[in-house]
Structures are given as C-alpha cells and as structure tokens.
Nanobody, 120 residues
C-alpha cells in the first residue's frame, strides 16, 4: 500500500509564503516524476509544477518566479515553496507521484490534498 501525505497548507495573507511537503511511504521500488496540482472551487485540477527524478522542473506560467518545487529522493519527499502568494492561488493542492511498486507495477498515486487559502 502506497501513501502520499501532504502537509503545510493553511491560511496566509496576500504576499505571504507557505511550504508544502509530500511524503511517500509504503512498498515503493522507485519514484519517477512527482508533481503538484491544484483545484480551486468550480475549476478543473491544474498542474502547478513537476519535478523529474533528476530534478528537472516544469512550472505553470502563473507560478513561475514565485513557486519552487524540489525533492529529496532519499526521503521520498517533495516540496513546494510558495512565495508572494496571491488570492488566485487559493485551492486544494494535491501531490502526485509516478512510481514503481513490487513486483513491477507502475502507476500514478495521489495524495488527499491540502487546503491553501490566501486572503487579500
């Protein structure tokens, strides 16, 4: 059983910062790409940022220059440092990981989500 657990969400004022974490646990052979997605009320889930196992990164245009994604492969943990937050960043943030489990299953796992609310 694989689990992705997010933490670090909360309420912050516009211009503030938050750091999200996503920890993977369970029977995992390896993790390929990891990413953060978000879903605001009434909107579709969208990509925020992704990071490969080699730490190459991709960002949505709306967060470039403000958010930084990183990962610690030894800890099976991914982070999202969010600076200069705006009200439009308010959403539930989800962690995603493409991973291999024994004996040779590859699939995408999702966390339960963490709420980020930015007040103006």
């Amino acid at each position: 059983q694989v689990q992705l657990v997010e933490s670090g969400g909360g309420l912050v004022q516009e211009g503030g910062s938050l750091r999200l974490s996503c920890a993977a646990s369970g029977s995992i052979l390896s993790i390929n790409d990891m990413g953060w997605y978000r879903q605001a009320p009434g909107k579709q889930r969208e990509l925020v940022a992704r990071v490969t196992s080699g730490s190459q990164t991709t960002y949505a245009d709306s967060v470039k220059g403000r958010f930084t994604i990183s990962r610690d492969n030894a800890k099976k943990t991914m982070y999202l440092q969010m600076n200069n937050l705006k009200p439009e960043d308010t959403a539930v943030y989800y962690c995603n990981a493409e991973l291999w489990t024994p004996p040779s299953t590859f699939y995408g796992a999702w966390g339960q989500g963490t709420q980020v609310t930015v007040s103006s």
